[in-house]
């Protein structure tokens, strides 16, 4: 058997495994059953082809079933997140400081990213600001990511546009 063959039956195996999980997180539920259903008749076929290989073959097919692991597991998410749409992130984003805090929103704004702010108290009772930065696109997330330092505490939350 080609191992060219191999490294495409091990490839679609890996993808339609990582795509099932892909899926399973997403909550498409009956997409990721076919392709973990899919990917499992694929493994059938590389185990068969690994068990009647002749010996000195098994090497190097065990090689390519690695590569095509490595790229199976990688190509489908990259994919799947050019394809998918821009949603709304929200950063909730606390400052170490007021000033600091006041800083980034300025900015923010400067750039034309929606923000509300909110005066916090920290644990030491020191006022500062919390500020919730909207993103729509990927672009404006990779903006307000960029403009977060160590300074700062943030989570992202997602939203629906």
């Given at each position: 058997m080609s191992?060219?063959?191999?490294?495409?039956?091990?490839?679609?195996?890996?993808s339609l495994?990582?795509?099932?999980?892909?899926?399973?997180?997403?909550?498409?539920?009956?997409?990721?059953?076919?392709?973990?259903?899919?990917?499992?008749i694929m493994f059938i076929f590389v185990a068969d082809i690994m068990a009647n290989a002749p010996h000195?073959?098994?090497?190097?097919?065990a090689l390519i079933?690695?590569?095509?692991?490595?790229?199976?597991?990688?190509?489908?998410p990259k994919m799947i997140m050019r394809l998918e749409e821009d949603k709304l992130f929200i950063y909730v984003i606390t400052s170490?400081?007021?000033?600091?805090?006041?800083e980034l929103a300025d900015k923010l704004?400067?750039?034309?990213?929606?923000?509300?702010?909110?005066i916090v108290y920290d644990s030491q009772l020191n006022k500062t600001i919390t500020c919730k930065a909207h993103s729509i696109s990927?672009?404006?997330?990779?903006?307000?990511?960029?403009?977060?330092?160590?300074d700062y505490k943030w989570h992202i939350i997602i939203g629906a546009l």
């Open positions: 191992f060219i063959i191999v490294f495409i039956m091990k490839f679609l195996d890996c495994g990582t795509l099932k999980t892909v899926f399973l997180v997403k909550d498409k539920f009956f997409l990721s059953s076919v392709f973990n259903s899919l990917s499992a000195e073959d098994k090497f190097i097919i079933i690695f590569a095509a692991n490595m790229i199976g597991g990688y190509l489908p170490n400081s007021f000033e600091s805090g006041t704004r400067e750039l034309n990213i929606a923000v509300s702010t909110t990927k672009k404006e997330s990779a903006i307000i990511e960029s403009l977060l330092t160590d």
